[in-house]
């Protein structure tokens, strides 16, 4: 890439280095200054060479944000194809698989996503018949919101020899655990490479349009494919776009598992590496049985597993993480954790900041545990919006006793967890201020962080979780990835017991961030920057 100079003129900069600076140099793809417009023009003409100038007309910068969960081709998939998550009922869930169907004859198989029984009146997902007689008896894979269990037509169970016999298999209902992965490997084989390509092309630019600088992959054995994340990588090494952090979730018990992570270019051995599956299919593992369902879901892997996958990480200089999610599997982590800990050491631990995905079911001692531990908490706040309240699916599945205890994101930050947001599209839309807004609001108070709070596990928080510290904020030095924003009044918020009053006393010395209120237009964004480099332009700005 070409040596370039850049000049951001005339808006306000999100920095901690001067809370009234609008301006900013770019040099050679990275923060070289940072501070008032006046001395913004004499720094220029000291360097040698042109000065590319960009006039803000107001506009704020900040660091890009990083989505600290993702899984890119099925992003992109849900973007280019069936996208389920509006369907507001069975009879419309139908209609559109219909309509999908009709709109691609012939052969292949048909992808969709984002159904969500629990919110539907009657409760009920689409059976087997009635998947047949919709698609005509074409093979369909529709995979639930949470992406744990999904409904297929016969067709697609004909391409998968001895279905019947897996784990979570069911006659005419949505199949979960082994079978499910079982249907979903049958129906992504299917996908050509040029499908593939496409799929993730489509969702690194979504990504790019929203502000986002980079993504982290979750991919596994279970979730994709070793070509699949080998794919994405070369798509973004490629092209201009998002930076892609990949992890790989599968055990790592010897020098062969470590060179095969390290050989397919991801950061660790993390991710999705299922510890057990997620609430709204009745998987995720609970100390005491669901309301709705007479059993306590379901463990992949023990404390002993875990603490052999830790270590191992840990030895190999690995990032080593987990898919936890009910509070007996979160549990399972910690205490395996712990144990890796005592073979290896607990500083060599704590300095491998090793992850957990999801978390939404903690308790005190959990929480205590990731502190003591040093494990990284990469979270959804938007799980929260859709799921939380008085009457949604945490309510149905566990009680509102124990649903008021999900996603406690305030008790992890008062612990000195370290904190990374994310989507995990295409379970909920990437829309980083969306997520931000949600820990903001979460629906039980007490769980609410500030937007600063939040914004920060959306930018520096995703950094970290990759062991840089050097990034996610504009300072001088750090990378320049930024992304300019449409947006109105600044805001401070002051904290009180309910996080809710505003500010903008500039005497806060604090800089500003747009104000979040659920009623508000979130920002806009108009240019998204990864290393000096434009990826996105909004048209007509």
């Known amino acids: 890439m070409t040596h370039r100079t850049t000049l951001l003129r005339g808006g306000r900069i999100h920095t901690p280095a001067d809370p009234r600076a609008t301006a900013m140099l770019v040099d050679d793809g990275r923060v070289a200054w940072v501070g008032p417009e006046g001395a913004a023009a004499s720094l220029a003409d000291d360097l040698e060479g042109p000065v590319h100038v960009v006039d803000l007309d107001g506009a704020l910068v900040t660091p890009a944000f990083t989505d600290a969960h993702v899984h890119t081709t099925s992003t992109g998939l849900t973007i280019t194809g069936l996208d389920l998550t509006g369907a507001g009922t069975l009879d419309d869930c139908l209609a559109r698989v219909r309509a999908h169907a009709a709109a691609r004859p012939g052969a292949g198989v048909l992808l969709g996503h984002g159904w969500d029984a629990a919110r539907w009146p009657g409760g009920r997902p689409p059976s087997r018949a009635e998947l047949d007689e919709a698609t005509g008896g074409r093979p369909l894979y529709l995979s639930r919101i949470d992406v744990h269990s999904a409904v297929v037509t016969t067709a697609l169970l004909d391409l998968v020899p001895g279905i019947q016999h897996r784990a979570g298999f069911s006659a005419g209902g949505p199949l979960t655990r082994d079978a499910h992965h079982a249907v979903r490997a049958a129906a992504y084989a299917a996908i050509t490479p040029q499908q593939r390509t496409e799929a993730q092309r489509a969702a690194l630019r979504r990504a790019a349009a929203l502000g986002i600088g980079a993504v982290h992959e979750c991919a596994g054995p279970e979730i994709s494919s070793e070509d699949d994340l080998a794919g994405l990588l070369d798509l973004a090494h490629a092209e201009p776009g998002p930076r892609v952090f990949g992890y790989w979730a599968e055990p790592v018990t010897g020098e062969k598992d470590v060179a095969r992570v390290r050989e397919l270019g991801a950061l660790g051995a993390a991710g999705d590496l299922f510890v057990d599956g997620a609430l709204g299919s009745h998987t995720a593992c609970l100390h005491h049985r669901y309301a709705d369902a007479d059993h306590t879901g379901t463990a992949y892997l023990d404390v002993d597993q875990v603490a052999a996958h830790v270590a191992a990480c840990t030895e190999a200089g690995l990032q080593a993480g987990f898919h936890a999610i009910g509070d007996a599997a979160v549990a399972t982590v910690t205490e395996g954790v712990r144990a890796a800990a005592e073979r290896v050491g607990l500083n060599r631990v704590r300095a491998a900041r090793h992850r957990v995905e999801h978390a939404e079911m903690l308790t005190p001692d959990t929480i205590g545990g990731f502190a003591e531990l040093g494990l990284i ?165």
């Open 377 to 541: 908490a990469s979270v959804q706040p938007v799980f929260d919006t859709l799921w939380g309240g008085t009457d949604g699916m945490y309510v149905q599945r566990l009680g509102a006793e124990r649903a008021r205890t999900l996603n406690p994101l305030a008790a992890l930050l008062r612990a000195g967890v370290p904190l990374a947001f994310g989507s995990d599209s295409p379970v909920t839309p990437l829309g980083p201020w969306e997520t931000i807004r949600a820990a903001a609001f979460h629906r039980t108070p007490e769980h609410r962080v500030s937007v600063r709070a939040g914004f920060t596990a959306h930018t520096r928080g995703g950094w970290r979780a990759v062991g840089r510290d050097d990034a996610g904020v504009l300072v001088p030095g750090a990378p320049a990835d930024y992304a300019v924003w449409r947006t109105g009044e600044l805001t401070v918020r002051v904290p009180d017991e309910r996080l809710a009053r505003w500010s903008t006393d500039p005497r806060s010395q604090t800089p500003g961030l747009p104000e979040l209120d659920p009623a508000s237009e979130l920002p806009v964004c108009l240019r998204t920057v990864v290393s000096g480099r434009t990826i996105f332009v909004r048209p007509h700005e």
